[in-house]
Nanobody, 120 residues
Framework: QVQLVESGGGLVQPGGSLRLSCAAS????????MGWYRQAPGKERESVAT???????SYRDSVKGRFTISRDNVENTVYLQMNSLKPEDTAVYYC??????????????WGQGTQVTVSS
């Protein structure tokens, strides 16, 4: 079995910072791309940032310059450093990873979600 465990969410004031972590564990052969998604109440889930196995990153426009995605390939962990947080960043954040349990087989896995609330 494979699981992604998220941590780091919480309540912060506008302009504050949070660092989210997501660690993949279980029967893993290799981890390909990883990313962060978020979903606000009544809205569709949206991509926040992604990072390839080689370290190439991509961000949605609204978080560019404020968020940084990174990964530790030894620990199979992806991070999201969030700075200058805004109320509109409030959402449940989910991590995602494309994981192979054995050569030639790939599957998308999702974390349990962690709440990020930005409010004064």
């Amino acid at each position: 079995q494979v699981q992604l465990v998220e941590s780091g969410g919480g309540l912060v004031q506008p302009g504050g910072s949070l660092r989210l972590s997501c660690a993949a564990s279980g029967s893993i052969f290799t981890v390909n791309a990883m990313g962060w998604y978020r979903q606000a109440p009544g809205k569709e889930r949206e991509s926040v940032a992604t990072i390839t196995s080689g370290g190439t990153t991509s961000y949605r426009d609204s978080v560019k310059g404020r968020f940084t995605i990174s990964r530790d390939n030894v620990e199979n962990t992806v991070y999201l450093q969030m700075n200058s947080l805004k109320p509109e960043d409030t959402a449940v954040y989910y991590c995602n990873a494309l994981i192979s349990r054995y050569p030639g087989s790939w599957y998308d896995y999702w974390g349990q979600g962690t709440q990020v609330t930005v409010s004064s």
